[in-house]
């Protein structure tokens, strides 16, 4: 099975980055596969962030965090990266990191995300 476990999350003033984490441990990913990052805030459903093929080069974001957000992949290492910069007190959320086969997680649906990270928190203040 895939584990996954984010690290990077802090609290930060608006306007200002964080880099967040995600290692896969106990999986090689491989061209099909897709990771992403999601969100979820109290109260809220979960949203998806942005999205990579794995040891590809395409990759999405949600609109609201398009030019400001960027996802990468260290494949060597297995691990993927979400670069968060100008951020928002709305970007405020638990950021968890989740792998599928599935296109529709590619496309930021959670509800096709077939493994998940347990998740690191983030906050802006204004």
């Known amino acids: 099975q895939v584990h996954l476990m984010e690290s990077g999350g802090d609290s930060v003033q608006s306007g200002g980055s964080l880099e967040l984490s995600c290692i896969a441990s106990?999986?090689?990913?491989?061209?099909?596969?897709?990771i992403g990052w999601f969100r979820q805030a109290p109260g809220k459903e979960r949203e998806g962030v942005a999205a990579?093929?794995?040891?590809?080069?395409?990759?999405h974001y949600a609109d609201s965090v398009t030019g400001r957000f960027t996802i990468t992949q260290d494949n060597a290492n297995n691990t993927v990266y979400l670069q968060m910069n100008s951020l928002k007190p709305e970007d405020t959320a638990r950021y968890y990191c989740?792998?599928?086969?599935?296109?529709?997680?590619?496309?930021?649906?959670?509800?096709?995300?077939?493994?998940w990270g347990q998740g690191t928190q983030v906050t802006v203040s204004s």
């Open positions: 989740g792998a599928s086969a599935d296109y529709r997680a590619y496309r930021l649906d959670h509800r096709y995300v077939n493994y």
């Open positions: 106990t999986y090689s990913p491989s061209s099909g596969t897709y």
């Open positions: 990579i093929v794995a040891r590809g080069h395409s990759t």
